[in-house]
């Protein structure tokens, strides 16, 4: 069976928030969740699932970028078939947390601006099928972010941030299985990331 693949715009509005709105709402999952459960850093897929949102939307992980590909993750997901799919392909976020040297508003958007402007690959692919990446930088330029503190999980730091990057943003797939693989290199070329989903749509 044929199956197409529909996918939401920039200038979309999915659920009655801009598509980079959303990419705020996957900044704030991402950044929440402890380093030893958080999907970001697993390599099976076993915590896909923690702290999705209630409905309609369905974040998929990345990984961080690194200077050499190493153990490429391979994750393993079921997906509710009611859900739209969101995932980064290779993105920035800057905060004077992590950023101290980046004093004010200006500096923390331009350097998440300048920073993709330095990508030089920017890949994703459904079934081997490649797939359209857009552009999309945050909405609001400037969004507030709660950190876990590095040295202690239970405490949070409050701070405000600003994110760009190339995103995918993938309408409800009929139910089947799909493999879905995503990836670039920014720094002209010294960091990359990749990753490789199999997915499965259940009822």
């Not at 197409?4 to 920039?10: E, V």
């Not at 993709?116 to 400037?142: G, H, M, W």
Request: hydrophobic share 35%; net charge negative; with cysteine.
């Amino acid at each position: 069976m044929l199956v197409s693949f529909d996918f939401f715009n920039s200038f979309d509005k999915p659920y009655g928030q801009t598509f980079g709105s959303w990419t705020v709402k996957w900044w704030q999952w991402a950044m929440s969740i402890p380093s030893d459960m958080n999907p970001l850093n697993d390599q099976t897929g076993k915590n896909a699932g923690i702290k999705q949102p209630e409905k309609d939307v369905w974040f998929l992980a990345g990984t961080w970028a690194t200077e050499k590909l190493i153990n490429v993750p391979t994750r393993d997901v079921t997906i509710p078939s009611d859900r739209a799919i969101l995932f980064p392909v290779i993105n920035c976020e800057a905060n004077p947390i992590e950023y101290p040297h980046l004093k004010t508003d200006d500096e923390i958007i331009n350097h998440v601006i300048q920073d993709e402007n330095t990508i030089v690959l920017k890949e994703a692919f459904i079934n081997d099928t490649a797939i359209p990446i857009q552009r999309v930088p945050s909405d609001p330029s400037l969004f507030s972010l709660r950190l876990l503190d590095k040295n202690d999980n239970n405490k949070h730091i409050d701070t405000r941030a600003s994110a760009d990057g190339y995103w995918v943003f993938l309408k409800p797939l009929p139910k089947g299985e799909y493999n879905i693989k995503f990836g670039g290199k920014c720094e002209s070329g010294r960091l990359c990331t990749s990753v490789d989903y199999k997915i499965r749509i259940s009822k």
